[in-house]
């Protein structure tokens, strides 16, 4: 262990990973989640009950803990450096997305013992330990394990299920824990150390949620499964009364109805998921709840029990419409075992539109293999299409074919539903990367099945007239010259205030500006390079010249042609304030498109859509609301 560390633990910080710098005041908005929702966390937060595990084992075995949840609880950062200083050891799972936070947070508490525990952490001691981020790391079941290690530090090395440094600096990895088998006899995961009001889900509108764990482990091995590596596939289940007992404990004492059984798959067993529900039933529990199950193993009767019980909602994982890929996975299921086919949805409703992307067709050897746009610009071409044709293959930033694969999409969906308005009928439409790559690169795939070349853009071996040049300042811009029209080359020379290449046998036709490209290209960068973009952009204007400037993405906000026709738009953002949005780029006479609001809060729109669209009345709105449905 390191040096200048205490001899015993007595007090211990559970913490969840946060946004972490000296210069903060108050730490509350993770800016990940605001990068991708547009606003604060929009499907709910999550209660930190790995923590709370942990934390109500060190309770029961006469321990101090203190338990910061410092992004659910906007703390301050004076408030998370009280506790942290009145620890002897801190505890904090690692976040691949907090990387730079916990490592800036724990290096100004090296004088305590700095323990990691979960996710990644791990696979990744080397790094953790080598760079003094950690002195511990706890892999597997952490309850056992955190009693032991706080027990018996810092004479450590017979501590099973951790990772941590010898005297040399070298990691020590310990044996593996054994999986904790009698669930029931963990005590429940404290819940006073942190308000309620702070959790939610979505589901529950906004309302506090309670996240509890009925059982550890899945029978299944799908391949993208973070807890397998843990559990072994042995699945361990607590008493109905058990969880029931907590349940209760949580609506009496937390005041809390809404329920998230954190369950990886709670419906491998009906019978348990039946003496779940019973129990439930039984003491009258009013509460609502959603699990997350397997759609190939839901039995009617099952569900009907799970509904009587509180049960609002079933979140299904359906990773791929393609069996394929589910074999992958290591799903164990095909689509039509998961009821999600289009021949069985249809059977249901004939007049289903049914759309599906997948990354290579629907047919051919390769229908099973996934993707993502990369692949996409790869394989139709793309990349050999971008760029010169010395060049190796070029990827165009950002995810421009899954922005084209969703165009498709949507226009075959529409087409579908013209089609159903004539027929009657639905049908499935089946859309896929490659094929919308394809269908934007027309006339380049049309030119290399009839030519067997690749066309790509060479500035010093093609049309010097249709080119792009640098202008002075470093700014590019681009024209196009119909090289084939009579009298725009001596009109061109006489716009650039060269008349006498006009006359130059080099470039005295078409095919003589051709033949002799690079050298053209070469004296035309001069002269563009003596004037700034604008100069230029205006002298080809004014001589009928088809001319404009080449763009990089951050100047379209300033460029008014750009904004006067709402492709870039002004918008007042709650949380960022006046930002440029992309518009939508389509023009209608007899209507208007483009962004209207911000993605609302949680309940914003309720009363609204609910009086609107469902035609309810204030005083109907109002015993949903009484009755805690909305």
Not at 141 to 167: A, C, H, M
Not at 583 to 599: D, T
Request: net charge negative; hydrophobic share 40%.
């Amino acid at each position: 262990m390191a040096e200048n560390k205490t001899l015993k633990i007595q007090r211990v910080l559970f913490i969840n990973p946060f946004l972490y710098h000296s210069k903060n005041i108050n730490i509350g908005i993770d800016p990940v989640v605001v990068r991708h929702a547009g606003q604060a966390i929009k499907t709910g937060v999550t209660f930190p009950i790995g923590l709370a595990y942990m934390a109500a084992m060190l309770l029961e075995s006469g321990y101090e803990v203190k338990l910061l949840d410092p992004l659910a609880e906007c703390l301050p950062l004076d408030e998370i450096y009280d506790a942290s200083c009145w620890s002897d050891a801190i505890v904090m799972p690692y976040s691949p997305g907090h990387k730079e936070g916990i490592k800036r947070y724990f290096s100004d508490f090296r004088q305590k013992v700095r323990i990691v525990s979960g996710g990644i952490a791990p696979y990744i001691h080397d790094y953790l330990l080598s760079n003094d981020i950690a002195d511990i790391i706890i892999k597997g079941e952490p309850e056992e394990t955190i009693v032991e290690l706080v027990r018996q530090y810092p004479n450590v090395s017979d501590v099973k299920g951790i990772i941590f440094r010898s005297n040399s600096n070298k990691p020590v990895i310990n044996p593996r824990r054994p999986l904790i088998m009698d669930l029931d006899r963990l005590p429940f995961p404290v819940r006073h150390l942190t308000n309620p009001i702070h959790y939610w889900d979505i589901s529950f509108f906004g309302q506090p949620t309670a996240w509890i764990l009925l059982s550890r482990g899945c029978s299944f091995d799908c391949i993208f499964c973070a807890q397998f590596e843990i559990n072994q596939r042995a699945v361990r289940r607590r008493n109905p009364k058990n969880i029931v007992d907590e349940m209760e404990q949580v609506v009496k004492k937390q005041k809390v109805k809404n329920f998230v059984f954190f369950d990886e798959t709670f419906n491998l067993s009906d019978k348990f998921v039946i003496d779940v529900c019973d129990e439930i039933i039984k003491r009258n529990l009013k509460v609502h709840w959603w699990c997350s199950a397997r759609p190939d193993l839901v039995r009617f009767d099952v569900v009907k029990r799970m509904k009587e019980s509180g049960c609002i909602e079933m979140r299904f994982g359906v990773e791929s419409a393609n069996d394929e890929i589910l074999r992958y996975l290591n799903k164990d299921t095909t689509v039509e075992k998961m009821k999600m086919s289009y021949p069985i949805l249809q059977e249901i409703n004939p007049r289903l539109i049914y759309a599906s992307v997948t990354m290579f067709g629907p047919n051919g050897p390769d229908s099973h293999r996934g993707g993502f746009d990369f692949q996409g610009q790869a394989r139709s071409g793309l990349m050999f299409s971008t760029g010169e044709p010395d060049m190796p293959p070029l990827a165009v930033v950002f995810a421009v074919i899954d922005q084209v694969t969703a165009i498709w999409a949507s226009h075959a969906v529409l087409s579908a539903l013209i089609m159903r308005d004539r027929s009657g009928m639905g049908q499935q439409v089946q859309v896929s990367i490659l094929g919308s790559a394809l269908g934007l690169q027309y006339f380049n795939v049309l030119i290399g099945a009839l030519t067997n070349d690749a066309p790509r853009h060479s500035r010093t071996d093609t049309d010097p007239m249709r080119n792009m040049y640098q202008c002075k300042g470093g700014k590019w811009i681009c024209f196009t010259l119909p090289s084939l029209q009579p009298g725009l080359w001596k009109e061109f020379c006489q716009a650039i205030e060269r008349p006498d290449l006009e006359s130059d046998a080099r470039f005295i036709s078409f095919e003589k500006r051709l033949e002799n490209c690079g050298e053209l290209v070469s004296i035309l960068d001069d002269i563009f390079a003596a004037k700034p973009r604008e100069e230029w952009d205006d002298i080809l204007e004014r001589h009928g010249f088809f001319c404009a400037p080449v763009n990089e993405s951050s100047e379209l906000k300033d460029d008014l042609q750009v904004t006067e026709n709402k492709y870039v738009v002004d918008f007042n953002h709650p949380v960022f304030g006046k930002v440029q949005f992309p518009g939508y780029p389509v023009h209608f006479s007899e209507a208007s498109a483009g962004p209207r609001s911000a993605a609302p809060e949680l309940g914003e729109h309720t009363e609204e859509v609910l009086r609107e669209i469902g035609g309810y009345s204030a005083e109907e709105i109002e015993r949903l609301r009484g009755k805690e449905i909305i």
